[in-house]
């Protein structure tokens, strides 16, 4: 999908945010969400949308709204750092299919990294089951 394309109000992430499709939650607000990552590249791999958008992208948000997502990402992203103990936090997000965008509703990943262990590749491996996501999701919501 280019950068330019019209959102689509069935994409996944808009799913999720409507509750017609799962997600393992980890913090919610009138405004954000942020739940675990299905297909993580390491453990504690979560992503945060904004819920009142639709903003494919970067480009398509509001300053406020940014303002309101990057807050929720520095929040969880510290709750990550308490809760699993990772060496290093990378903070990621893609705008369009080129730059490695697969889900089309604007959103930022929150990765933990740890010494010795190379991250999954992005879009790629299995789905991890929200039972085995759970466990993780409940030491990152007790650092909260
Ligand atoms: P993007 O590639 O658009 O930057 O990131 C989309 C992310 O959504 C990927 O890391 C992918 O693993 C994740 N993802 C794809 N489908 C689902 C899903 O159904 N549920 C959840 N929780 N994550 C998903």
Do not use: W
Not at 52 to 72: K, Q, R, S, V
């Amino acid at each position: 999908m280019s950068l330019n394309e019209p959102y689509d109000r069935d994409n996944i992430f808009a799913k999720i945010i409507r509750g017609e499709m799962a997600c393992v939650k980890l913090y919610e607000t009138d405004d954000v969400l942020a739940f675990m990552d299905v297909f993580p590249q390491s453990k504690g791999h979560c992503l945060v949308v904004h819920k009142n958008t639709e903003a494919t992208n970067l480009f398509d948000m509001t300053t406020a709204g940014l303002a309101e997502i990057i807050g929720a990402v520095q929040k969880v992203a510290a709750a990550v750092k308490g809760g699993m103990k990772p060496d290093g936090v990378r903070i990621a997000q893609f705008n369009g299919a080129p730059a490695g965008q697969t889900v089309y509703h604007l959103h930022f990943h929150i990765i933990p990294v740890y010494d010795g262990e190379p991250l999954g590749q992005h879009g790629a491996g299995g789905p991890t089951a929200a039972e085995a996501l759970e466990p993780i999701a409940a030491a990152i919501r007790a650092a909260l």
